[in-house]
Each structure stands twice: as structure tokens, then as C-alpha cells.
Nanobody, 116 residues
Framework: QVHLVESGGGLVQPGGSLRLSCAAS????????MGWYRQAPGNKRELVAI???????NYLDSVKGRFTISRDNGQNTVYLQMNSLKPEDTAVYYC??????????WGQGTQVTVSS
């Protein structure tokens, strides 16, 4: 079993920054990609950013230029640096991990609230 633990969420004013972290532990698996999703009340969960083991990245259009995903392969940890936050970024952010044999694991989620 793989466990993902997110941290770094909280309340921030518009224009502020937060850095989310997600650490994977448990059974040894071959990690293909790790990423971040978010879900706001009444909305579907959407992909925010993803990074492959080789370092290829992809972002949701609305966060391009503001968010940066990075990864420490040695520590099985993925980060999401979020700058210039907007109220519409408010959501529960979930970390996910995808293995080479297409298994998907999820974290428990961390709340990000952008409000003045």
C-alpha cells in the first residue's frame, strides 16, 4: 500500500503564495508520474499540474505562469509552488501518484483558501 501525505495548505490573501508538499511512503512502487488535482465545492476534480519521472510537466491553463510543480525522485516527494493566488484557486488540493502499471494512489487532500 502507498500512502500520500499532503501539507502546506491554508488561508492566504489574493496575490499571496503557498507551497504544497506531498510525500509518498509505504510499499515500493515504480512511480511514473505525480501530480496535483483540485476540487472546489460543486465542481469536478480537475488536474492542476503533473510531472513525470523524467521531468516532463503539464499545467492547467489557468495556472500557467503562476504555479510550478517540482519533484524530488529520491524522496518520492512532489511540490506545488503557487504564486499570485486568486480567489478562484480556492479548493481542496489532492496529490496523486501513478505507477508504471497504471495504479493510481491519492492523498487525503489539503484545503487552500484564497480570501481577503
Amino acid at each position: 500500500q502507498v500512502h500520500l501525505v499532503e501539507s502546506g495548505g491554508g488561508l492566504v490573501q489574493p496575490g499571496g503564495s503557498l507551497r504544497l508538499s506531498c510525500a509518498a511512503s509505504g510499499s515500493r512502487v515504480s512511480i511514473n508520474a505525480m501530480g496535483w488535482y483540485r476540487q472546489a465545492p460543486g465542481n469536478k476534480r480537475e488536474l492542476v499540474a503533473i510531472i513525470t519521472r523524467g521531468g516532463a510537466v503539464n499545467y492547467l491553463d489557468s495556472v500557467k505562469g503562476r504555479f510550478t510543480i517540482s519533484r524530488d525522485n529520491g524522496q518520492n516527494t512532489v511540490y506545488l509552488q503557487m504564486n499570485s493566488l486568486k480567489p478562484e484557486d480556492t479548493a481542496v488540493y489532492y496529490c496523486d501518484l501513478v505507477t508504471y502499471d497504471s495504479k493510481v494512489y491519492w492523498g487525503q487532500g489539503t484545503q487552500v483558501t484564497v480570501s481577503s
